[in-house]
């Protein structure tokens, strides 16, 4: 039996996903959807064996999971935006979950029982990139000793998941486009148009405002992408569902790695509810993984405090040691770095005349001012005073 204010939602997750029931989290009602700092955590009772591995479960037990205002305003948008074939922009930050929403749109829709095709544009190198969406032609390039089909033939009647679209080349962003305008596209070395029927959604964790603004993607492929837009919050501004999502993941990997009876102690859980999480619902994850593989329920030292001293006195966590840059953040700083450079010489070069110099940049006139702007180069300096 259901109970709670969120059976609607685990009601419809479950019909459309076929799932016989929708189990509560553990300790439910008037548990860990309403825990408090103090109580401790224990994963709930086995669910049998082969029910814990199945995808539409795990999908249905993740929804099941969004009770916070925030969330249920999402799912409200879900249950709208699967009922049609309309483009979905998701956004949000890392590890907030928008693979889950994506596939909660197609699960729920009329496609269902098509494919699901996830694609992530980060993580393909640009020269092979093209080839995975759209295949190519036997003997189109060197090495193409056979045909290959592209993951939008793969998802023909389904859907296409495209992660990280803020990542997408310029080159690729034309032919996506076309995807979208006309409905089909052709083969790498391919004369042949292809109709494609398929259903796109895209996710990003950046400002494609901006992108758009500085000329790094298409206008025209954003007002496209953007018919229906989804901003999954990040686990900060959902502090309520930390809980259940602990709860969750307990019984989940308790099970996976032979560890039943694990609990977490109260201070433990403290802790846990308030921490802020920069890296949202796939750190929490992460860290009560680790806890239970090293069966050991002590958070890690990474872990610092963050709303000021704690509560015991005398126990505060270690600060965490500074964030070490990513390759990509040292390349986009540098990048930046020889972009104010290059638009400052431009600049002076042209008596700061802003039309002549996008025109030697080859930019648009609006990306200059876009960039001075964000550059600090707004204004002209002025000429230093005579001696």
Known sequence: MLSGPQDSQRLAAAGVLGAPEVRQPPGHPGGLDHASPG??????????PGRAGDPSTRLQQAIALWHSPKMREVWEIVQQAARTDATVLIRGETGTGKDLVARSIHYLSPRKER??????????PRELLETELFGHERGAFTGAHQLKI??????????????????????????????LQDGEFSRVG????????????AATNQDLERAVASGGFRDDLYYRLNVIQIVVPPLRERPEEIPSLVAYFLERYAAEF???????????????????YPGNIRELENIVKRMIVLNNPVVPPSLHQQTGADN??????????????????VAREAARTAERTAIAKALERTGWNRVRAARLLRISYRALLYKMKESGLSQRPEAAPPL
């Open 150 to 179: 592209g993951k939008f033939e793969a998802a023909s009647h389904g859907t296409a998941f495209l992660d990280e679209i803020g990542d997408l080349h310029p080159t690729l962003q034309g032919k996506l486009l076309h995807v």
């Open 258 to 276: 032979r560890r039943e009876g694990f609990a977490l102690p109260p201070p433990v859980m403290d802790r846990l509810l308030r921490y802020r």
């Open 39 to 48: 109580a401790g955590v224990r994963p709930g009772p086995p669910r049998g």
């Open 115 to 124: 494919p699901f095709v996830k694609v992530n544009c980060a993580a393909v």
């Open 190 to 201: 391919g004369r042949a148009n292809i109709k494609a029927d398929v259903r796109i959604i």
């Open 312 to 329: 015991g006195g005398g126990d505060a966590l270690p600060a965490a040691e500074p964030r070490a840059l990513s390759l990509k953040e």
